[in-house]
């Protein structure tokens, strides 16, 4: 194993329906991981009543478990997931009112990064499903809502969006641009290898681990981050990607000599670093 310290930019930890945070940081970090980057998940799976603002203090709440509990150093991400729109027009919500209550939560998700316990704004964006031309113009708004307080915040923001290829990077780039927020502060979760800046636009790709895209990325560079968007929920054991799937494919890879020691520490400090706007001190 190497002495590489290996991140996970995106995965999940829910002591509601999975294993909680303590358990998945202990699988994380004895297979070789050191950094959990983790994203508040969506209200519905704490509870019928829980509001934008509880499911991100949860969230740093389990951060900060970690931090306390275990070796590995957890940050949080906090927003709310465009599924959160969805289901509040599928309530009857007006579209205005809800788009309303989804920029405040985004103002509240500012706030806590700002206050020191959150390290950038996310999972925002708009559903991987069909939904009407009036909603995905809702979306699309909040998109470039986020990432304007990003923009003031000096934070990143993590876009949860349709599977992308090149023309959507140029889009979301382009919000960056508009929003005045730095473009590889732009976080594109659970993205294939488009690595090439000629691809992704500026924009971070953060690969879903798999051997396949972790591979194809390499090919074309290292600006990228690594992860899993590991659920947490005992009804779907080791969905998306399981808890130790970043360290060990990083270890492969560089067992393989198909990954070095210098881009490996590039893809988990450097650029998680330069990315987050963080030190890690490894």
Same mark, same amino acid.
């Given at each position: 194993?190497?002495e590489?310290?290996?991140?996970?930019?995106?995965?999940?930890?829910?002591?509601?329906?999975?294993e909680g945070?303590l358990e998945?940081?202990k699988?994380?970090?004895?297979?070789?991981g050191?950094?959990m980057i983790?994203?508040n998940k969506?209200?519905?799976t704490?509870?019928?009543?829980?509001?934008?603002?509880?499911?991100?203090?949860l969230?740093?709440s389990?951060v900060?478990?970690?931090n306390?509990k275990?070796?590995?150093?957890?940050?949080?991400? #906090?927003?709310?997931?465009?599924?959160?729109?969805?289901?509040l027009?599928k309530?009857? #919500?007006?579209?205005?009112?809800?788009?309303?209550?989804?920029?405040?939560?985004?103002?509240?998700a500012?706030r806590?990064?700002?206050?020191?316990?959150?390290?950038?704004i996310?999972?925002?964006?708009?559903?991987?499903?069909?939904?009407?031309?009036?909603?995905?113009?809702?979306?699309?708004k909040?998109?470039?809502?986020?990432?304007e307080?990003?923009s003031?915040?000096d934070?990143? #923001?993590?876009?949860?969006?349709?599977s992308a290829?090149?023309?959507?990077f140029?889009?979301?780039?382009n919000?960056?641009?508009?929003?005045?927020?730095?473009a590889y502060?732009v976080?594109?979760?659970?993205?294939?290898?488009?690595?090439?800046?000629?691809?992704?636009?500026?924009?971070?790709p953060?690969?879903?681990s798999?051997?396949?895209v972790?591979?194809?990325g390499?090919?074309?560079?290292?600006?990228?981050?690594?992860?899993?968007?590991?659920?947490d929920?005992?009804n779907r054991?080791?969905?998306v990607l399981?808890?130790k799937?970043v360290?060990?494919?990083t270890?492969?890879?560089?067992?393989?000599?198909?990954?070095?020691?210098?881009?490996?520490?590039?893809?988990? #400090?450097?650029n998680v670093?330069?990315?987050?706007?963080?030190?890690?001190?490894f």
């Amino acid at each position: 194993m190497s002495e590489i310290p290996v991140t996970d930019n995106h995965i999940h930890v829910d002591p509601i329906n999975g294993e909680g945070p303590l358990e998945v940081a202990k699988k994380f970090e004895r297979a070789g991981g050191n950094i959990m980057i983790i994203p508040n998940k969506p209200t519905w799976t704490v509870s019928d009543t829980c509001s934008f603002k509880e499911a991100m203090e949860l969230v740093v709440s389990y951060v900060n478990e970690i931090n306390s509990k275990t070796q590995t150093k957890a940050y949080a991400i #906090v927003g709310v997931h465009p599924a959160e729109l969805s289901r509040l027009i599928k309530n009857g #919500v007006p579209h205005n009112r809800a788009e309303e209550m989804m920029k405040d939560a985004l103002k509240t998700a500012q706030r806590i990064v700002q206050k020191g316990d959150a390290i950038g704004i996310g999972e925002i964006g708009r559903p991987h499903y069909e939904v009407s031309p009036e909603e995905l113009e809702i979306h699309n708004k909040l998109i470039l809502y986020s990432m304007e307080l990003a923009s003031d915040a000096d934070c990143a #923001v993590q876009l949860h969006t349709e599977s992308a290829t090149s023309k959507e990077f140029e889009e979301f780039a382009n919000m960056a641009h508009e929003s005045k927020l730095k473009a590889y502060k732009v976080v594109k979760h659970f993205s294939g290898p488009l690595v090439n800046k000629k691809e992704n636009f500026g924009l971070t790709p953060s690969l879903i681990s798999t051997r396949t895209v972790v591979i194809e990325g390499l090919k074309k560079g290292k600006n990228f981050l690594m992860e899993t968007d590991y659920l947490d929920d005992l009804n779907r054991p080791g969905a998306v990607l399981g808890p130790k799937t970043v360290p060990r494919r990083t270890n492969e890879l560089i067992r393989k000599e198909i990954l070095s020691l210098e881009d490996a520490y590039t893809i988990h #400090v450097k650029n998680v670093e330069k990315v987050y706007g963080i030190d890690l001190d490894f």
